[in-house]
T-cell receptor, first 112, second 115 residues
Framework: EDKVVQSPLSLVVHEGDTVTLNCSYE??????LLWYKQEKKAPTFLFML????IEKKSGRLSSILDKKELFSILNITATQTGDSAVYLC????????????FGQGTTLQVKP | SQTIHQWPATLVQPVGSPLSLECTVE??????LYWYRQAAGRGLQLLFY??????ISSEVPQNLSASRPQDRQFILSSKKLLLSDSGFYLC??????????????FGNGTRLTVT
């Protein structure tokens, strides 16, 4: 059965800290891994990773995929209170269903 | 550009009452459509998905059902709600063919409380 596991489940840091969120996956015919940020309502898309070792970066956020070890990390540098959210990781295979299998999420709280 | 509409935003329903949540997508054709549920403090659980009109696949056994009467319309229903149906329901879409190359796009969700 396909599964995605995130760690830690929750994290409390202070502004300016750097955080690393982890995501491991077991997905049949794996094609891509996606990261989302969820505040109050709908998750918003951050990154989609398909190739090993290629870092994707957007401002203070970056992410990388390791297809050999079946995991991904999401880094946030110089955290701000606005980074407080639930971060979701999801994997997808190559079937035409396009299903995403989500992890439990990591709840990040950034204190001033 | 593509947009996804989901309503209502919040809903409070008594146990045993029926449910109908609707989702529509604009600006794309033949999307894959999904219903996810998120319990408080948890990840997203896939409930149903559809790759075309009238084609519904269920991921988990439950008292909910889904229908896709039109290409860009996806409906989540129940004849009799249970307390355990409370949660945050998210509709989402993704490109049809080669959809694994595109991200999933979410509606704003419906927060359902069954009392």
């Amino acid at each position: 059965e396909d599964k995605v596991v995130q760690s830690p489940l929750s994290l409390v840091v202070h502004e300016g800290d750097t955080v690393t969120l982890n995501c491991s996956y077991e997905v049949t015919n794996f094609r891509s891994l996606l990261w989302y940020k969820q505040e109050k309502k709908a998750p918003t898309f951050l990154f989609m990773l398909t190739s090993s070792g290629i870092e994707k970066k957007s401002g203070r956020l970056s992410s990388i995929l390791d297809k050999k070890e079946l995991f991904s990390i999401l880094n946030i540098t110089a955290t701000q209170t606005g980074d407080s959210a639930v971060y979701l990781c999801a994997g997808t295979g190559s079937s035409n269903t396009g299903k995403l299998i989500f992890g439990q999420g990591t709840t990040l709280q950034v204190k001033p | 550009s593509q947009t996804i509409h989901q309503w209502p935003a919040t809903l409070v329903q008594p146990v045993g009452s029926p449910l109908s949540l609707e989702c529509t997508v604009e600006g794309t054709s033949n999307p894959n459509l999904y219903w996810y549920r998120q319990a408080a403090g948890r990840g997203l659980q896939l409930l149903f998905y559809s790759v075309g009109i009238g084609q519904i696949s269920s991921e988990v056994p439950q008292n909910l059902s889904a229908s896709r009467p039109q290409d860009r319309q996806f409906i989540l229903s129940s004849k009799k709600l249970l307390l355990s149906d409370s949660g945050f329901y998210l509709c989402a879409w993704r490109g049809g063919a080669m959809s694994y190359n595109s991200p999933l796009h979410f509606g704003n969700g419906t927060r359902l409380t069954v009392t």
